[in-house]
């Protein structure tokens, strides 16, 4: 995933850079390598923290605000903070500069692993990639209801067994049966 994200990452700072009056095209690849770090650290952080299901959501193409989200706000965030660190750029243009990197790529990124004519990316080794290989069947390991979405209905499933948990199946069931319920 990251040479694909790399690639994604290069052509958009590359348009970004060659449109920003305030940056010097000779940062280009030094801009593409922050961009980079800044997408996966937070993809990966967001996924260590808890919100596997929603970085799983913007993956699939579920979120249609792609700039809006959560993850991607402080994608933004992150690489606006070191682009004004480490290259002196205003906050303006670094905030400009990075708002035109991060969401491209992301649309991007979200297109090309739910394209099914490219199987250079797919979901499941995304994830796989982020999470060191702990987690490389996440589609079908989320999504029990098989609706493409991993949402409050699959987390009822792996709970109860279905939307209702007094059916005795999942992890409750399991438990219930521990305790002799």
């Given at each position: 995933?990251?040479?694909?994200?790399?690639?994604?990452?290069?052509?958009?700072?590359?348009?970004?850079?060659n449109n920003a009056p305030d940056v010097s095209n000779e940062h280009s690849d030094a801009i593409a390598q922050e961009a980079t770090h800044s997408i996966m650290d937070?993809?990966?952080?967001?996924?260590?923290?808890?919100?596997?299901?929603?970085?799983?959501?913007?993956?699939?193409?579920?979120?249609?605000?792609?700039?809006?989200?959560?993850?991607?706000?402080?994608?933004?965030?992150?690489?606006?903070?070191?682009?004004?660190?480490?290259?002196?750029?205003?906050?303006?243009?670094?905030?400009?500069?990075?708002?035109?990197?991060?969401?491209?790529?992301m649309s991007k990124l979200t297109g090309k692993i739910n394209d099914p004519n490219d199987n250079s990316l797919n979901l499941d080794s995304a994830i796989g990639s982020?999470?060191?290989?702990?987690?490389?069947?996440?589609?079908?390991?989320?999504?029990?209801?098989?609706?493409?979405?991993?949402?409050?209905?699959?987390?009822?499933?792996?709970?109860?067994?279905?939307?209702?948990?007094?059916?005795?199946?999942?992890?409750?069931?399991?438990?219930?049966?521990?305790?002799?319920?």
């Amino acid at each position: 995933m990251l040479e694909e994200l790399m690639n994604l990452v290069k052509e958009a700072t590359g348009n970004a850079v060659n449109n920003a009056p305030d940056v010097s095209n000779e940062h280009s690849d030094a801009i593409a390598q922050e961009a980079t770090h800044s997408i996966m650290d937070e993809l990966k952080g967001a996924i260590s923290g808890g919100g596997l299901s929603n970085v799983v959501n913007m993956l699939r193409g579920n979120e249609t605000d792609v700039a809006g989200n959560p993850t991607t706000q402080n994608m933004l965030g992150n690489l606006t903070s070191k682009l004004t660190e480490k290259f002196g750029l205003s906050q303006d243009a670094a905030q400009s500069l990075g708002s035109s990197i991060i969401p491209s790529v992301m649309s991007k990124l979200t297109g090309k692993i739910n394209d099914p004519n490219d199987n250079s990316l797919n979901l499941d080794s995304a994830i796989g990639s982020l999470t060191g290989g702990k987690l490389s069947n996440i589609t079908s390991m989320l999504d029990k209801n098989g609706d493409g979405k991993v949402d409050l209905s699959d987390a009822m499933s792996l709970l109860g067994g279905s939307n209702n948990t007094s059916e005795g199946g999942g992890i409750m069931g399991k438990l219930k049966g521990l305790f002799g319920g």
